[in-house]
């Protein structure tokens, strides 16, 4: 190697991670207003059948500048953090994506959620499963996308959860089925767009079904009624 030699490059991204990032800012570009549901469809699916950089980066390239994205730093871990879920020394990611075209993705077991999660289903299914998972921030946000697919998230007895979204001949929905009383609880912040699809945010302990987890609820409320009798 000559003495006079550069810094090394980085690798070219690949199609599919170029196609990841389009996807992932044309989601921002909806958030923040700048598209129609019927104009992020036509561009999603022409994004999903791109075979060249050239057709991607047409995509959004007459849409305006996205602001960049301030950077939250979690503080130091405290007492009080670890006793409500948020693990010393678990540093998670500042950003995290999962998509699934046209098949299926999951994140479960002892994973370390970013504190933000962008999720797209285009005609596939995402299970996201937070029951054992190593919390490192005291807030998670996931924004979603189900266009013509399905994204379903677990949650564990104990999480605070915040879900606000849109179902356009779809679903979004979310049920606490254990009230959260310590307000200390780790914060799961779901919102998003169902679009012919179904976004559905369920509670369970790990390795509960859906079933379990009713007749537990059932079986918890009879016995509080006991005891106010």
């Excluded at 009230?179 to 369970?204: I, S, W, Y």
């Amino acid at each position: 190697m000559s003495a006079d030699a550069g810094p090394p490059t980085r690798p070219a991204r690949t199609l599919e991670e170029e196609r990841e990032a389009t996807i992932q800012e044309l989601t921002r570009h909806f958030s923040r207003d700048h598209l129609e549901v019927e104009e992020l469809e036509r561009r999603l699916d022409a994004a999903i059948a791109a075979r060249d950089r050239g057709a991607l980066d047409a995509l959004v390239r007459d849409l305006p500048a996205l602001p960049v994205e301030a950077e939250v730093r979690p503080t130091p871990t405290s007492p009080a953090e670890d006793a409500f879920g948020v693990e010393p020394g678990v540093t998670p990611r500042d950003h995290g994506y999962v998509l699934a075209l046209l098949g299926g993705s999951s994140r479960e077991g002892a994973w370390v959620p970013p504190r933000q999660i962008r999720v797209l289903a285009a005609m596939g299914g995402v299970e996201l499963d937070f029951r054992q998972a190593r919390f490192g921030a005291p807030v998670t946000d996931v924004e979603v996308l189900a266009v013509m697919g399905g994204v379903h998230i677990l949650v564990p007895p104990g999480i605070r959860v915040e879900a606000h979204g849109l179902g356009i001949m779809g679903g979004f929905d979310h049920r606490q089925l254990e009230p959260v009383t310590d307000p200390g609880a780790p914060v799961l912040r779901v919102r998003g767009l169902a679009l012919m699809g179904g976004v559905h945010v369920e509670e369970r302990r790990p390795g509960e079904s859906g079933g379990d987890a009713r007749r537990r609820l059932k079986r918890a409320r009879k016995g509080r009624r006991g005891a106010a009798g």
